[in-house]
């Protein structure tokens, strides 16, 4: 009990640390009831335990009776714990999602497709303006997860000291302080870039439309996972490009097809997303990489890498880009940090190698260079060594909530229903029973008033039709299993 | 004298007010000169007239007589007044800028060609990051002519106000609250526009970029004023868009020249520059914006309008916009705040009419959105008003400090240089003898510590190599008479 009692403690450390970054804390029997699945999640009271009765339970964290009975409550609720009659509460067996087996990876020869029809088919980022929606639809952290006060800090005192400065251009490659914290970094990604490496972008979007532009032109193939990041299709199809979408599995692209791509006909790049793609959250084994980059510089096709979620492995190191692996020097790499700290500033990045002056110039024709502020604030945030702790407490946030959502995903859905199991990243990717219609599933299901993303986006030609994504970056909420349940009860008609 | 102390005490106003936004007032004897000087600028004091004598002039403003004489002496270094012996001091003449003649409408047969070779020759941002070097290259507003301080507040603000607002995604079109402020300006523009017919973007480069992106594919012509704004040559080229340059003057484009264009082949767009054209400073009469816009549809060809400097009429009402004049409906408008309040917030526009799906589609395919804080601070700052009185002051600033430039070139270049005498804006544009080499010119220029703008950047194919362009965007400093005459010596050689 002793060794529980500590772990709670720490537990309850950790909520205090949400609390102060959060702007209304929840109520206190929430709080308790937090702690308690916290300390189920990372294994410290395991399935089958007998946890303390109320009355101990309000003891020992000095709470009167009702409030500890109010957390029991909540935590039967979540299906977290039971009571057994006469016997007290203990923590209910895991459910089933160590049973749910993963996707297989996609199979299908790798085809040309001009996305001249392509449209994304909802709209994930205006769902996410309105709060009646449950937010499980656009790749995107919740509010609460993000240090906003202390970015605002940072700006509204920059904003005090230099007036001048952040209201005078800052002309492409953009802020010398951000990409030299960026060079710092990118020692971490195995990479050891130099500021003069690095353009500043609006967010990872840009970065990935101006490496595009500066390997392809109109006409052009560019190689792309399947399913891909439904944001790199709305690029290319702006682009005029065509795509050979090759499949992909939790391994990353399947390498066979690639060179079977390859050997097809000229492809001008290739994209990929090593760490943690989107949607399927694939992390590509290191052989991999190196059988990737060998056949990349076999048929001189550069490497578009997009690093978007590197930042968040669930444990362990941050992986390595496929840039450092790079002795062909034909990769450019692309990431932000809107995954991880500031959509709202769009701070992207783009270090293209042997195509950096491309992009530069594109870079400075169409824009001049990125808003000044948004970039000295993050430089800032990420010099005075705040991200690191960050990073810290958010892997572990995303980890617990994409755990809690694939919990429930087994709960509620049918036994043959396959979900993802990422190592880092907030997105699980769902394959249905065959013959369901995600598209219409979506649709009712956002009339139901629930946002998630159908499968068939994530692929220029409509494969993936019954599949679905859905994104673990808000905050775990009541309503969430219930949305869940209403998808279930959807597709199963 | 009455009159004359009253328009002095009005003049010291507005100088109160420059020195409360400027964050160290200069010394009161050259506050004193300036106070002078708007007065002449503005007519109040007339060439020939007889000024107080220092010691009447050191009662009525209550400071020493030292300090009086010191401003009569940098009134006579600047020129503008002179001693007559044993008299006193009187208004200088106006030099002879009034006797320069304006260059001549450009005269060359409208041809394509392919930008295929076309580089920016000089980096005009990153001269302005020297403050070692006279600024009047780069077409870009002084900082001090800027209100950074009280945007900086209104940031400050915002950020503590609703950090998590801030920090979170504003999806293409943009800020709503943007978009309405801008809807209620376009009716100064002649135009009314609603917010939903407007897409934010970064800077007008961007919607430049957009505009040309929605109605032109790669290899397609596009119709462009010569000389053109060397920002928009530049995009054209990334676009990889051929152009057709047509002769422009004082009035604009030449009609002839553009009827004979638009016979010639197909054109997918033109870009024209109404309200005071970078660099010529051209005011197209509304004539001939009728028969533009009338060319323009009988050959079915879009407009794209870049409005940038359309704030900034040096005297009277507002110039509207052609898109206020079109019964097309395919003229896209495209402007910013760059030249008027905030260059480094990077605050453009687009009202693409037709096109708006298409100009959408493309801005959330490449960035997402604009960064969120930028679009909220000006919403607010337009919305609270101080927007039209940093007009009016900003308009009487540029007005005498392009006369000012003006009368020095007439005053040390020879007098059959030609220099345009815009009506709006704050750029000049010098026609040397023919055989000068601008390009050399400026090369030397530079090492001798002047930042200006040689003619061929302006050109698709290397014309007015006999030209230049002067940014009057910075106050006057004294150093840049020293600098004009060292041009002026430069280009005799």
Redesign the interface.
């Known amino acids: 009990m002793q060794r529980r009692q500590l772990s709670m403690a720490r537990a309850g450390r950790s909520a205090k640390l949400v609390a102060m970054v959060s ?1 209304k804390p929840p109520p206190l029997y929430r709080r308790l009831a937090d702690r308690v699945e916290s300390m189920i999640a990372d294994g410290s009271l395991r399935a089958g335990e007998r946890i303390p009765s109320v009355r101990q339970f309000s003891r020992q964290h000095d709470v009167s009776v009702p409030t500890a009975l109010q957390a029991y409550m909540l935590l039967e609720t979540r299906r977290l714990i039971e009571a057994r009659p006469k016997s007290g509460f203990y923590v209910r067996p895991r459910p089933a999602a160590a049973t749910l087996d993963e996707p297989a990876p996609a199979r299908h020869a790798p085809s040309v497709s001009t996305l001249s029809r392509y ?1 994304p088919m909802v709209s994930l ?2 769902d ?2 309105n709060p009646a929606l449950v937010p499980m639809g656009g790749a ?1 952290p919740g ?2 997860l ?1 240090p ?2 202390r ?3 940072i ?2 005192s920059l ?2 000291r230099q ?9 492409a490659p953009g802020s010398l302080a951000l990409r030299r914290e960026l060079s710092r970094r990118s020692l971490d990604w195995g990479c050891g870039l130099s500021a003069d490496d690095f353009v500043v972008t ?2 990872a ?2 970065a990935l ?1 101006l490496a595009l ?1 500066a390997v392809a ?2 006409g052009d193939t560019v190689l792309i996972e399947s399913p891909a990041f439904y ?1 790199l299709l ?2 290319i ?2 682009l ?1 490009l065509k795509v050979v979408a090759v499949p992909a599995g939790p391994a990353g692209l399947d390498l066979d097809a690639t060179a079977l791509a390859l050997g097809r006909g000229r492809v001008a790049a290739m994209v990929v997303t090593p760490n943690f793609s989107n949607p399927l959250g694939a992390l590509m084994p290191a052989e991999n990489r190196r059988a990737l980059l060998s056949l990349a510089a076999r048929h001189g096709v550069p490497v578009i890498e997009d690093d978007v979620y590197g930042d968040l492995p669930h444990e362990g190191d941050r992986p390595r880009c496929l840039k450092g692996m790079d002795t062909n020097a034909d990769v450019i790499l692309c990431g932000s940090f ?1 995954k991880t700290l ?5 701070i992207g990045y783009v270090a293209a190698g042997r195509h950096h002056a491309a992009v530069l ?2 870079k ?11 970039s000295l604030v993050v430089a800032e945030f990420l010099r005075d060594g705040g991200y690191e702790r960050h990073l810290r407490k958010l892997r572990h946030t995303y980890r617990r909530q994409v755990a809690r959502m694939r919990d429930t995903v087994a709960d509620v859905f049918p036994a043959d229903t396959k979900v993802s199991n990422p190592a880092g990243g907030f997105l699980l990717w769902l394959e249905l029973a065959r013959g369901v219609d995600s598209l219409a599933l979506c649709a009712e299901a956002r009339a139901a008033g629930i946002s998630i993303a159908p499968g068939p986006m994530f692929s220029p030609d409509g494969r993936f039709k019954n599949c679905l994504r859905l994104s673990c970056g808000f905050p775990w909420e009541d309503r969430m299993a219930g949305a869940l349940a209403t998808i279930a009860r959807l597709a199963a008609r």
Chains 1, 2 share one sequence.
């Open positions: 702007p449209t980022m205006r996410l303006a995107v509010h609460d993000l906003a006060r970015l605002a800090r700006g509204a904003l005090r007036p001048a400065a952040c209201n005078a251009y800052d002309p609006t967010g979007s840009e439309q532009r032109s109109p944001g709305n690029i199809a702006q005029r809107s500031c959509p709202g500033l769009r110039a594109q400075t024709a169409f824009t001049v260079g990125s808003p000044t502020l948004p």
